[in-house]
């Protein structure tokens, strides 16, 4: 069974910074996309970035130039490093997986447990 396991979020002060991590537990035939997005209170979850198997990445607007995603495919682990935070960047932050668990399965799409990020002002 995949399962997604999310590390790194906590309190930070505006201007500081934070490295998410998130792992996938168990076996996986193939990852496609790996992903990071954010919920803030009342508000839909959006995408932050993702970054494809042949390791090209894309970032939502307001995050451009602050945040950088990258993977490690040998270790099935996505990273979110987040410099210049800013309040606006208060959310939750959910890991996302698109893979094949098996040769012969469809395709799946997993979801972290969420971390919390607080940027104080």
């Known amino acids: 069974q995949v399962q997604l396991v999310e590390s790194g979020g906590g309190l930070v002060q505006a201007g500081g910074s934070l490295r998410l991590s998130c792992a996938v537990s168990?076996?996986?035939?193939?990852?496609?996309?790996m992903g990071w997005y954010r919920q803030a209170p009342g508000k839909q979850r959006d995408l932050v970035a993702g970054?494809?198997?042949?390791?090209?990445?894309n970032y939502a607007d307001s995050v451009k130039g602050r945040i950088t995603i990258s993977r490690d495919s040998a270790k099935n682990t996505v990273y979110l490093q987040m410099n210049s935070l800013k309040p606006e960047d208060t959310a939750v932050y959910y890991c996302?997986?698109?893979?094949?668990?098996?040769?012969?399965?469809?395709?799946?799409?997993?979801w972290g447990q969420g971390t919390q990020v607080t940027v104080s002002s």
């Open positions: 970054i494809s198997s042949d390791g090209r990445t």
């Open positions: 996302n997986v698109e893979g094949f668990p098996r040769r012969s399965s469809g395709l799946g799409n997993y």
């Open positions: 168990g076996s996986i035939f193939s990852i496609i996309a």
